[in-house]
T-cell receptor, first 118, second 113 residues
Framework: GAGVSQSPRYKVAKRGQDVALRCDPI?????LFWYQQALGQGPEFLTY????????KSGLPSDRFFAERPEGSVSTLKIQRTQQEDSAVYLC????????????????FGEGSRLTVL | GNSVTQMEGPVTLSEEAFLTINCTYT??????LFWYVQYPGEGLQLLLK?????DKGSNKGFEATYRKETTSFHLEKGSVQVSDSAVYFC????????????FGRGTSLIVHP
């Protein structure tokens, strides 16, 4: 597709369940970001990929959170043993290589995956 | 570390009113500054940007000027429309740094007819 696609759009999980959220970035976009957005807050950084390499995962809140991008395209954010505090919208964004001179720095966002943990 | 502070919302205006949404930042050096907009039910999209001091970004009647001396990037529009109702996010990125954009908490704008 033309834009960043995320699935599922909505996920309800029982506490303790594992969930997997998928992001399909714009074709050719090297940089991929995951953000967490709590209700009424701005996006908070979770992790960043350059192609298949995970360059920064300093924002992942605990070792229950894991992200991968094995072929440098589609990415999956996995949350194990979900807790109520994990309830949020998870945003994926992609970009051309931000390290290249002249890159505008624009991120292209998907519509997000809203996770509700009961 | 880098941070962005936005005025709290919601901002409620009548159609054709003047809009200002304040944004200040903390960062070393010369970050690039952005405003993103999120319309109801949609993802964030870039509204405008500025990459160096005194640059003015503009789009769809919105403007923001990069003020290094006051570390600010306030968003303005001379005459808002109902269709401008959305959440607006200020953001910064440090080229040559971590390349990880940092966002403010967002300011909701509600425009009444």
């Amino acid at each position: 597709g033309a834009g960043v696609s995320q699935s599922p759009r909505y996920k309800v999980a029982k506490r303790g369940q594992d969930v997997a959220l998928r992001c399909d970035p714009i074709s050719g976009h090297v940089s991929l970001f995951w953000y967490q957005q709590a209700l009424g807050q701005g996006p908070e950084f979770l992790t960043y990929f350059q192609n298949e390499a995970q360059l920064d995962k300093s924002g992942l809140p605990s070792d229950r959170f894991f992200a991968e991008r094995p072929e440098g395209s589609v990415s999956t954010l996995k949350i194990q043993r979900t807790q109520q505090e994990d309830s949020a919208v998870y945003l994926c964004a992609s970009s051309l290589d931000l390290r290249l001179a002249g890159n505008t720095g624009e991120l292209f966002f998907g519509e997000g995956s809203r996770l509700t943990v009961l | 570390g880098n941070s962005v502070t936005q005025m709290e919302g919601p901002v409620t205006l009548s159609e054709e009113a003047f809009l200002t949404i304040n944004c200040t930042y903390t960062a070393t050096g010369y970050p690039s500054l952005f405003w993103y907009v999120q319309y109801p039910g949609e993802g964030l999209q870039l509204l405008l940007k500025a990459t160096k001091a005194d640059d003015k970004g503009s789009n769809k009647g919105f403007e923001a000027t990069y003020r290094k001396e006051t570390t600010s990037f306030h968003l303005e529009k001379g005459s808002v429309q109902v269709s401008d109702s959305a959440v607006y996010f200020c953001a910064l990125m440090k080229p040559g740094g971590s390349y990880i954009p940092t966002f403010g908490r967002g300011t909701s704008l509600i425009v009444h007819p």
